[in-house]
């Protein structure tokens, strides 16, 4: 159980064009979802948590308009990357956690690329 | 927020000795610790997690240990085999959200 899928795996995008990233719990239901960026080498740095039905809560210095967080059910939150530019390179990856728990379980993460 | 510091960044042990990693928070608020690892282009995987409500908790080769008074807890491996070599995560948080730490990346010698 516990099972996180994220989609795509990989994109290469050009500059100015928009990336859109799905991440799904296929075996519970996620009340919250949380997008994380890591960089080669490093950390995960959450970027923003997402409740279902609700608009998602941003770190301090990320971009709210440029990364789009849609929460619409219980088992799927999408992160777009909006007018991609190469420094949006990077590992994205989202975790979820169960209704009633604080365990987060990690999807694959995706791989983007920006020329 | 929460702050949470690992240490050390790197850590070599010889095959079957222990290795030690250790992370301080500074939340008093935090009540769940979870450790993580995650190998190269992976995704991190739970390993081990304690609560605040318990000192110590062990699953074969690992255990975790926690100080709450002291804000500190620690990763134990003992044994240690080659498919241990990977980055190690911990975190410190609940269920609004976790902050991890910079990563132990641990290497197993042979």
Redo the contacts between chains.
Sequence with gaps: GAVVSQHPSRVICKSGTSVKIECRSLDFQAT?M?WYRQFPK???M?MA?SNEGSKATYEQGVEKDKFLINHASLTLSTLTVTSAHPEDSSFY?CSA?HTT?????????TRLTVL | GENVEQHPSTLSVQEGDSAVIKCTYSDSASNYFPWYKQELGKRPQLIIDIRSNVGEKKDQRIAVTLNKTAKHFSLHITETQPEDSAVYFCAGGGADGLTFGKGTHLIIQP
């Design positions: 919250t949380f490093q950390s995960l959450l948590t990856i956690s728990g604080d365990t987060q379980y990690f999807g694959p993460g």
